[in-house]
């Protein structure tokens, strides 16, 4: 998921190139106060744009409210409205944030699904709330502003926000939604961000945030399964017996695989790529 800046018109339009699965025009953290509104006409200049034609999806983070009922006043106003797949909001404090947010869109002709951005203490403890939420679609976890809301200082091993992380995934699994891991600030450092991007993957996250369009490679190899867990996971569903769920448990290679396992083998096939997972045995 690759945030733009909603005040650099080229950028804007270059994104969709970098390869993300989303990408995200910010109108919040990444615009100076003194530029929103020229951010957010050049977002909706954008979005409107017959030639602007993305293949992916387009997603808009606005300000918190009531600043971000002026982002929605210019952004989902005539043509460019229709070219908004999402809305992705900040500092997700509660359910009621959620639901405000796409109240306020629906208002405006469109029912948009919410990326609920949780990145303060009480978006942490709300959550599961957040993601129960009927307009949520993902949860994404922000480590750089919850550390400033904590009075927490970064550190490169995290272990100042792991609650946090950690608490993100349970909440967005138990809501039924994705789970989307935070950034991570070193642009240059590639070795850096492949590592945590494979940490992210390891606690059960479906994605990751970008900040610079060649962050997005990398985080996509990072959080595609390697070609053993794949081979693995190909093993166990092959092997499956017809009547698995009466069996309960069977055994490939020596280990005893039983519902658990085999959820987790299908859900290693969900996240690897089709070629590989359509090549013969």
Same mark, same amino acid.
């Given at each position: 998921?690759?945030?733009?800046?909603?005040?650099?018109?080229?950028?804007?339009?270059?994104?969709?190139?970098?390869?993300?699965?989303?990408?995200?025009?910010?109108?919040?953290?990444?615009?100076?106060?003194?530029?929103?509104?020229?951010?957010?006409?050049?977002?909706?200049?954008?979005?409107?744009?017959?030639?602007?034609?993305?293949?992916?999806?387009?997603?808009?983070?606005?300000?918190?409210?009531?600043?971000?009922?002026?982002?929605?006043?210019?952004?989902?106003?005539?043509?460019?409205?229709?070219?908004?797949?999402?809305?992705? #909001?900040?500092?997700?404090?509660?359910?009621?944030?959620?639901?405000?947010?796409?109240?306020?869109?629906?208002?405006?002709?469109?029912?948009?699904?919410?990326?609920? #951005?949780?990145?303060? $203490?009480?978006?942490?403890?709300?959550?599961?709330? !957040?993601?129960?939420?009927?307009?949520?679609?993902?949860?994404?976890?922000?480590?750089?502003?919850?550390?400033?809301?904590?009075?927490?200082?970064?550190?490169?091993?995290?272990?100042?926000?792991?609650? $946090?992380?950690?608490?993100?995934?349970?909440?967005?699994?138990?809501?039924?939604?994705?789970?989307?891991?935070?950034?991570?600030?070193?642009?240059?450092?590639?070795?850096?961000?492949?590592?945590?991007?494979?940490?992210?993957?390891?606690?059960?996250?479906?994605?990751?945030?970008?900040?610079?369009?060649?962050?997005?490679?990398?985080?996509?190899?990072?959080?595609?399964?390697?070609?053993?867990?794949?081979?693995?996971?190909?093993?166990?569903?092959?092997?499956?017996?017809?009547?698995?769920?009466?069996?309960? $448990?069977?055994?490939?290679?020596?280990?005893? !695989?039983?519902?658990?396992?085999?959820?987790?083998?299908?859900?290693?096939?969900?996240?690897?790529?089709?070629?590989?997972?359509?090549?013969?045995?």
């Amino acid at each position: 998921m690759l945030f733009t800046p909603g005040d650099r018109p080229s950028m804007l339009r270059k994104a969709p190139a970098a390869g993300a699965d989303t990408v995200v025009f910010d109108l919040e953290d990444a615009v100076a106060p003194t530029r929103k509104d020229e951010a957010r006409r050049a977002v909706a200049e954008t979005l409107a744009d017959p030639e602007f034609d993305p293949d992916c999806e387009v997603c808009v983070r606005v300000n918190p409210f009531p600043e971000g009922r002026t982002d929605l006043e210019v952004v989902l106003d005539g043509e460019s409205a229709a070219s908004v797949d999402a809305l992705l #909001l900040p500092k997700a404090s509660d359910a009621a944030s959620v639901t405000d947010l796409a109240a306020a869109a629906a208002d405006r002709g469109r029912d948009l699904p919410v990326l609920a #951005l949780v990145e303060t $203490a009480a978006g942490v403890l709300a959550a599961p709330a !957040i993601a129960s939420a009927e307009p949520t679609d993902a949860l994404l976890f922000g480590a750089e502003d919850l550390a400033a809301d904590l009075g927490a200082t970064r550190t490169e091993e995290g272990t100042e926000v792991l609650y $946090a992380r950690e608490r993100v995934v349970v909440a967005a699994r138990a809501g039924g939604v994705d789970a989307i891991d935070t950034l991570y600030t070193a642009i240059d450092d590639d070795r850096g961000l492949r590592e945590d991007a494979a940490v992210a993957r390891q606690l059960g996250f479906d994605g990751k945030l970008a900040i610079h369009p060649d962050q997005v490679g990398t985080i996509h190899d990072a959080m595609t399964p390697d070609r053993d867990r794949i081979e693995w996971a190909r093993r166990i569903l092959d092997e499956r017996p017809d009547d698995a769920e009466g069996v309960g $448990a069977f055994e490939v290679d020596g280990e005893m !695989i039983d519902a658990p396992l085999l959820r987790q083998a299908e859900r290693v096939l969900e996240r690897a790529p089709e070629d590989f997972v359509s090549e013969d045995p």
